[in-house]
């Protein structure tokens, strides 16, 4: 249930782990509900004071700082979940590696990162549910609802950035296993393309091929070859939405069980062997570093059960 606060001037110190990000973005997260038109309006009028200064909205706020946040209606929107739920308390045996500065998940399928979209919670919310000593926990990247697999999260904002940095520079590397249609064509080992968000009139988004999309690349090996199926590894480069399903539909391979871009006879008949309600697309290895100096981390995350019964199934 919603519930209104009292508006009232207050002042907040910005603590270590919220320091680097920018004043607009650390609005939105201390006032719950306010419209993002609203605090930029705020941010013009001097509202909203640094120190006692005026800022802009790309001030990178410091360890340290004095923020004034003016009087003005939050909603507290934020929706309680039920940690004795299994698929809740099943999160914290999915847990692939945790240090002190991130956690590394076995994402199951079916759950989406986070709220919305109708769900009530996702990921993020169930962790922080399990976590409530937590001071921070942020998704450093996403997956798809139906895809599981390797999915990250900080623990610091300091590793937030750092991560961050590393998937900017293609430094980190995902890795995928896919069940595509056909023969893969062991010299298909590059997709480069572009990529661009449409939206149909249902509302439904999809990513198409255009000219006019953003660079996208995706580098792909063949792991095993069935009669009519190929089980690959899929490395994308960039991290568009949708990238692997696109790049892998427009080579004429679509995912297996992919409602979107896969094909419907073939999601059938794969249903009726047990690979119902999500598509074979599994992030099985994360490699990354933590801080500059220290050795790359490498965590897998083996097949879940029912895409290990589909391969099973196409050996027969």
């Known amino acids: 249930m919603n519930s209104e606060s009292r508006p009232k001037v207050q002042f907040v110190e910005v603590q270590t782990e919220e320091a680097g990000q920018r004043i607009d973005n650390f609005l939105l997260k201390k006032l719950k509900g306010v419209p993002k038109s609203h605090i930029y309006k705020m941010l013009r009028k001097g509202e909203v004071r640094v120190n006692k200064g005026r800022i802009k ?77 937590a001071p921070f926990l942020e998704l450093v990247h996403r997956l798809d609802r139906d895809t599981s697999g390797c999915l990250l999260i900080a623990k610091k904002r300091s590793t937030l950035r750092f991560l961050h940095e590393q998937l900017q520079k293609k430094l980190m590397s995902k890795q995928y296993w896919a069940l595509v249609e056909g023969k893969w064509p062991a010299k298909l080992k590059h997709i480069d393309y572009p990529l661009a968000k449409n939206h149909l009139k249902s509302g439904e988004r999809v990513v198409r091929v255009t000219e006019n999309g953003k660079p996208s690349l995706t580098s792909f090996s063949v792991v095993k070859v069935f009669k009519n199926f190929s089980l690959v590894s899929a490395e994308p480069v960039t991290g568009r939405t949708h990238q692997i399903r696109v790049h892998a539909q427009q080579a004429g391979h679509p995912l297996v069980g992919d409602p979107k871009y896969g094909n419907d006879e073939v999601t059938e008949q794969f249903k009726r062997q047990g690979l119902s309600g999500r598509l074979f697309l599994h992030a099985y290895s994360l490699t990354f570093k933590v801080t500059p100096d220290d050795k790359a981390i490498k965590v897998e995350a083996p097949l879940p059960a029912d895409l290990q019964k589909t391969l099973e199934y196409l050996r027969r």
Not at 60 to 73: A, M, N, W
Not at 110 to 125: K, L, T
Request: hydrophobic residues 40%; aromatic residues 4%.
């Open 57 to 133: 909205a790309e001030y990178k706020i410091k360890e340290g700082d004095s923020v004034r946040l003016p009087p003005v209606k939050t909603t507290n929107t934020t929706t309680e979940v039920p940690v004795n739920l299994n698929i809740v308390q099943d999160l914290e045996n999915a847990i692939l590696y945790e240090d002190k500065r991130l956690i590394v998940l076995n994402k199951p399928h079916g759950m989406a990162v986070h709220g919305g979209s109708g769900m009530s919670f996702g990921v993020i919310e169930a962790l922080r549910a399990l976590r409530p000593e």
